[in-house]
């Protein structure tokens, strides 16, 4: 059984940094895309960043271009999200997902189209 676990949010200033994880469990993900989403009550879960397997693609939304960057550690099967310059709009619970695709396109990542979530963390930017 595939487990997706977040860990990392909190409370930050605006103009700080935070580095979400995601410990993957479950099976092998060589041929899955990875993604972080986040949401804000009353409105629609957004696409934040998407990585491939190899880490050699990646997506980012373009409200956090230059700000955030995503990674990936493949031999602890961990995803990373690099949260930098923080902004108060940048408050939300913060999922990552994980989806079966083994040509490694991030256009499903980018439709949130997946097949596995975590459970979020919540991130919140103080001004």
């Known amino acids: 059984q595939v487990q997706l676990v977040e860990s990392g949010g909190g409370l930050v200033q605006a103009g700080g940094s935070l580095r979400l994880s995601c410990a993957a469990s479950?099976?092998?993900?060589?041929?899955?895309?990875w993604g972080w989403f986040r949401q804000v009550p009353g409105k629609e879960r957004e696409f934040v960043a998407g990585?491939?397997?190899?880490?050699?693609?990646?997506s980012l939304a373009d409200s956090v271009k230059g700000r955030f960057t995503v990674s990936r550690d493949n031999a602890k099967n961990t995803m990373y999200l690099q949260m930098n310059s923080l902004k108060p709009e940048d408050t939300a619970v913060y999922y990552c997902?994980?989806?079966?695709?083994?040509?490694?396109?991030?256009?499903?990542?980018?439709?949130?189209?997946?097949?596995?979530w975590g459970q979020g963390t919540q991130v919140a930017v103080s001004s």
């Open positions: 990585i491939n397997w190899s880490g050699g693609r990646t």
């Open positions: 997902a994980a989806t079966w695709d083994p040509i490694g396109s991030l256009e499903r990542v980018r439709s949130g189209s997946m097949g596995y």
């Open positions: 479950g099976r092998s993900f060589s041929t899955y895309v």
